[in-house]
């Protein structure tokens, strides 16, 4: 009878210790994690900005040109942006004649970029919107397209190289 007491005294010892949960303990601690963000955007020209127009025959003044500009500049901004365009001066006088800066047309080849809205702008001393509403980015190569659509406006000017300087500019709302 001892033995069957002992027997079932370890068989209870056994199954009590197999029933018994271990409590572990746990202890936790909290860390923040802040984001500081500010406003970005910027513009970077490609490798070869300048646009050169040569008028050298009779049938360079008979139809309209282009000059293409690939990857002309990059944006790169946190938030919707527009970008606009202008001449810094007029272009320069050479004998008395200084050819019109809106003979000079500008716009975003939009086959290449989506999410924006694109507009021509006639070249002047103010800030013409070329594209507005753009998606944030962080990094979208623009395309440019250069145009004198008629060389009416180029007639009666002295020979010569006319230059001014067109600025672009990125601004976000």
């Known amino acids: 009878m001892t033995k069957k007491i ?3 005294g370890a068989l209870l010892a056994a199954l009590t210790f197999a029933n018994t949960k271990a409590n572990a303990q746990a202890v936790s601690g909290t860390v923040a994690v802040n984001l500081i963000l500010s406003d970005a955007f910027s513009i970077v020209l490609g490798p070869t900005p300048d646009v050169t127009f040569t008028y050298a025959s009779a049938a360079d003044y008979a139809g309209s040109k282009t000059v293409a500009k690939t990857n002309h ?5 946190n938030k919707p942006y527009s970008v ?4 810094n001066t007029v272009f320069n006088t050479i004998s008395t004649t200084t050819p019109p800066l809106s003979a000079v047309q500008i716009s975003v080849d ?3 970029i989506t999410g ?4 021509t702008a006639a070249l002047s001393t103010t800030n013409q919107t070329i594209a507005s509403a753009a998606s944030p980015t962080i990094g979208t190569a623009y395309n440019i397209n250069y145009a004198i659509p008629t060389a009416a406006p180029l ?3 002295s020979a010569g190289t006319y ?4 600025v672009y500019t990125v601004t976000q709302p």
């Not at 500049?73 to 901004?77: D, E, I, K, R």
């Not at 606009?84 to 001449?87: H, S």
């Not at 230059?163 to 067109?166: C, D, E, L």
Request: glycine letters at 0%.
């Open 6 to 8: 002992l027997t079932f």
């Open 73 to 77: 500049f990059t944006v790169v901004s």
């Open 84 to 87: 606009a365009v202008k001449a």
């Open 110 to 112: 939009a086959s290449t």
């Open 116 to 119: 924006a809205t694109y507009t």
């Open 155 to 157: 007639l009666a000017m």
């Open 163 to 166: 230059t001014t300087n067109v």
